[in-house]
């Protein structure tokens, strides 16, 4: 296990890439300048749409690929010009990489072979992993004649296998698999990382995956990091507007406004903010957005204190909640509400604490 350091870096595929300037995204980078630390024993994911940059960083984690610029550091080494079997680190791909051939047994103890592990030792730690995955039925069958996920739960066995190894990279490993399965293999996995306190880095466009899995989740866009925290951080306070789309389901509402000394006003209704907020977007400049999850919106037929008159279109009970979709003038927005509500189709008000309402600026979060 490892602490692994980014230091400065940024990547293109391009042979001959246009110089880097922050004052705009240059089509040409894959990845965008970045610096961050992932403790040992951590449990990381990589979170956000395909062609973000996610298996780039992890393919410069592992090895695979040398970055344009900047560095990589295990445990404070210099590792960036190392090949991947010099950094000790093991990679599981979106598609199974197992030897079909082979019996499951054969498939685990395949790279502690390769290390000079024999007898009793291969054996022990080959059951020990057998029995995490619940693969102990199927050691002595050959990996062809098994179901996809099982091939991948191998696949996943070959890379937890090893106990020298610095960390283990994960790129979308459960995408091949029945999604019925899918919610038993991430609490595996999780359970895993708990009981071998391994280093882990895991790469999902799912958010379900990733804010179930790990500790701490990078949300990547256009090949920058947004923003990287918790799963609470993440849902209660999107450093980007990008962040609170992409997280939530559905993701938090976005109302254009304009700001007054004591309020934000959409659509000539006023929404109250916390000082901290109205202090800080004293100084900001550029397009002014309210953002507001579902789930902290308070809906009613009747006007009470600081609320704003809504127009409700549909009231859709989802068996633990009811979804209603609303209109705030032309603006849409999406409110999560209880459900035995007696809300119907029509006016309404809709009131938001000014604790939960967060102002953006140019897409960042004010304060």
């Known amino acids: 296990m490892a602490r692994i350091e980014l230091v400065d870096l940024a990547h293109s595929y391009s ?4 110089a880097w300037s922050h004052a705009g995204v240059d089509a040409s980078w894959a990845l965008r300048p970045m610096s961050m630390a992932w403790n ?30 900047g560095r ?23 598609f199974p990489v197992i030897y079909d051939t082979m019996t ?42 098994l179901t996809a996920d099982a091939k991948q739960k191998i696949s996943l066995g070959r890379g937890l296998v090893r106990t020298d190894v610095a960390a283990v990279l994960f790129d979308e490993p459960l995408t091949v698999i029945d999604p019925r ?7 595996k996995l999780k359970q895993i990382h708990q009981q071998l306190k391994l280093s882990l880095i895991y790469v999902t466009h799912d958010q379900v995956e990733a804010l179930t899995f790990a500790d701490t989740v990078v949300v990547m866009m256009q090949g920058a ?28 509402n976005f109302l254009p406004c304009t700001m007054t000394p004591d309020a934000a006003v959409v659509e000539g209704q006023r929404f109250s903010l916390t000082t901290d907020i109205l202090r800080s977007a004293r100084g900001a400049d ?12 308070h809906c009613s ?36 509400a209880e459900h035995d509500t007696q809300l119907r189709v029509g006016a309404g008000w809709m009131r938001v604490a000014p604790e939960r309402t967060l102002l953006y600026a140019n897409e960042t979060r004010v304060a």
């Open 104 to 145: 499951v047994y054969d498939n685990l103890a395949f790279p502690l072979r390769n290390r000079g592990w024999q007898g009793n030792a291969t054996r022990r730690r080959v059951a020990e992993i057998a029995e995490l995955l619940e693969l102990q039925a199927d050691l002595n069958r050959r990996a062809s004649g």
């Open 225 to 252: 990091v947004v923003q990287s925290g918790t799963a609470r951080q993440l849902f209660e306070s999107p450093a980007h507007t990008f962040v609170g789309h992409f997280i939530g389901s559905p993701g938090m």
């Open 286 to 297: 550029g397009a002014f957005k309210l953002g507001i999850r579902p789930e902290f919106i």
């Open 301 to 336: 037929v009747e006007e009470t204190a600081d609320s704003q008159r809504i127009v409700i279109r549909s009231v859709q009970s989802m068996g633990t909640h009811t979804m209603i979709a609303a209109n705030l003038g032309p603006h849409s927005l999406w409110i999560k």
């Open 40 to 69: 040992d024993g951590g449990a990381y994911a990589l979170l956000g749409p395909s062609g973000c940059g996610k298996t780039t960083l992890l393919n410069i984690v592992s090895g695979l690929l040398t970055p344009t610029r």
């Open 181 to 187: 399965l899918k919610w038993l293999l991430r609490r």
């Open 72 to 94: 990589v550091l295990l445990d404070g080494k210099d590792v960036t010009a190392l090949p991947p079997q010099q950094r000790n680190i093991a990679q599981v791909f979106q």
């Open 15 to 18: 042979p001959s890439p246009a």
